[in-house]
């Protein structure tokens, strides 16, 4: 059995931890700023009161003035959600992630442990934790799953095996599909508002007038295609962490910090001479929320000035004074050296000639003295409006 379990509004939940008595009240997640002013996930008073997630924000406000606007704390709810799947590990179960509050796993290696399917989901259930209202859905199919644990209620296990999944599927709701609203909404003008109803349409039709998004989705209204779960790999607990005696935004000061984060973070022992593939860099800001960027090296690596060079920009991109930086290792590899060439590649030799070339040119002549002709408006009937001399880096 492909096991889901969901945690709807996990996002809200987890910004919410620091804050419990807001779970009872009207509240929802605050728009990100710079973007379009639509609330996230909402809370069940919120919900009472008829605002739900996707609602403009003045709409929301405009029929429930007491509605609170939480921030969201991406650094809280990726490290909540981590200790999810770490407890669910614990138990057993290798868990494949498909997003903050969604979880894939099987139970075929583990049902003889705990005693059959609905022990395991019992213990899956409880692995995730109290106060977090997961539920699960189990089903021979990876999207019948995630349709049981979207109908199943917090706290419930639903089975549905493959007799009954047409059954099950064809009343559900559209919106259950990875389809966007302008497709969702072409397809309720047509009549179509329930997966049943998707699935008993021609499949040359659907694909024909909605294209490959169509037929992914007509695939998935008759329960999707049979796969496996690919475990995750475990990330590195690896991180160092400052905390300061007042809210800084001065940018010496953040790459100051930075830089001592890093040379401590490569220094720690359990790093054991392995490269980084993957870091992140997370603040605390001074308004209460948080703020976090990964980024993935193309080489794994352990030079501090590459690390530098590819976390260091992202400080820039802080929207309000910090008051904690935090630098994490999120993923390293596993062996120790590197896989050098065994011959060189057929053009090497001229390529690094042309490149010493090209490195004594510019040292002589001043920066900016070579430059590449790019083609920007080859319509253009002004000559010079046609191409732009690009200077060469390489």
């Not at 919120?46 to 996707?54: I, S, Y």
């Not at 969604?102 to 989901?121: I, K, P």
């Not at 009343?171 to 047509?190: G, M, N």
């Not at 820039?316 to 120790?336: D, F, K, M, T, Y």
């Amino acid at each position: 059995m492909i096991v889901c379990l969901a945690i709807p509004g996990f996002s809200l939940r987890a910004a919410l931890r620091s804050r419990p008595s807001l779970l009872a009240a009207p509240a929802a997640l605050a728009p990100p700023a710079g973007e379009e002013p639509l609330l996230g996930p909402v809370t069940a008073a919120a919900e009472a009161e008829g605002v739900k997630p996707g609602m403009r924000l003045g709409e929301a406000l405009a029929m429930c003035p007491r509605l609170v606007l939480v921030e969201e704390d991406p650094s809280a709810a990726e490290q909540a959600w981590e200790g999810v799947l770490l407890r669910l590990e614990d138990s057993g179960f290798s868990v494949e992630s498909a997003e903050p509050g969604c979880a894939y796993f099987e139970t075929r290696g583990v049902e003889r442990l705990y005693g059959g399917l609905e022990e395991a989901l019992k213990r899956a259930l409880a692995s995730a934790g109290s106060g977090w209202d997961a539920r699960i859905g189990a089903a021979e199919r990876r999207f019948a799953a995630l349709a049981a644990a979207n109908v199943a209620r917090a706290g419930q296990a639903l089975v549905v095996s493959d007799e009954q999944m047409p059954e099950f599927l064809a009343p559900l709701p559209l919106s259950l599909l990875p389809l966007d609203a302008r497709r969702q909404l072409e397809l309720r003008e047509l009549g179509v508002k329930r997966l049943g109803e998707l699935a008993g349409l021609p499949k040359a039709a659907v694909a024909e007038r909605l294209g490959p998004d169509g037929r992914r989705a007509w695939s998935l209204a008759r329960g999707g295609a049979a796969g496996r779960v690919l475990g995750r790999r475990p990330p590195a607990e690896l991180y160092e962490e400052l905390e300061f005696p007042e809210a800084i935004g001065n940018e010496f000061t953040l790459r100051r910090a930075f830089g001592a984060l890093l040379d401590r973070l490569l220094e720690r022992k359990e790093r054991d001479g392995r490269f980084v593939r993957k870091a992140a860099v997370a603040a605390r800001l001074v308004g209460g929320g948080s703020w976090r960027r990964t980024v993935t090296m193309r080489d794994p690596t352990a030079e501090r000035d590459r690390l530098r060079h590819a976390l260091g920009p992202k400080l820039a991109e802080l929207p309000a004074p910090i008051v904690s930086l935090r630098l994490e290792l999120v993923e390293l590899s596993e062996s120790h050296g590197q896989q050098l060439e065994l011959m060189q590649a057929a053009g090497s030799e001229l390529q690094s000639r042309l490149s010493e070339g090209l490195r004594q040119v510019r040292a002589s002549t001043g920066s900016g003295s070579v430059a590449s002709v790019v083609e920007v408006a080859p319509w253009s009937r002004i000559p010079e409006a046609r191409a732009l001399f690009v200077p060469r880096d390489d």
